[in-house]
């Protein structure tokens, strides 16, 4: 498959990730993925702009205790849970593999290249022989 010319004026930008989305691209792309919780009280901001605190929290790489929602919304804890909560019950890895598919249905999806991280696969010291 040969790649598609890049328009002029338009850069392909393939290391970049989100550091927010907007609440039209959240309702429609990332909100069906996230699980809601069913008992005690809601959440006093939307889901929308927690997960946008999640996403700036990842980007800069700074601890969660550092976080300062504005105007005290909502405190770091809260953020916290509902991250470890997607982490848990696979509502990120749903998000994932449906962010895939639809990228393929597009035909966006480039699959010549495929980039492999091994920061968690353990290495054995010697070889054997």
Do not use: C
């Amino acid at each position: 498959m040969e790649p598609k010319p890049i328009p002029r004026g338009k850069r392909l930008r393939y290391n970049t990730l989100p550091t927010r989305v907007s609440r039209k691209e959240f309702n429609q792309y990332i909100a069906p993925h996230l699980s809601h919780g069913t008992r005690g009280p809601k959440t006093k901001i939307s889901y929308y702009k927690i997960f946008n605190y999640i996403l700036y929290v990842l980007h800069t790489g700074i601890q969660w205790k550092q976080l300062r929602p504005s105007r005290n919304e909502i405190s770091w804890q809260t953020i916290y849970h509902h991250h470890s909560i997607w982490s848990k019950d696979e509502s990120y890895k749903n998000l994932f593999l449906a962010s895939v598919m639809e990228l393929d249905l597009q035909g966006a999806l480039d699959t010549s290249v495929l980039h492999g991280d091994g920061s968690n696969t353990v290495a054995k010291k010697g070889a054997r022989k």
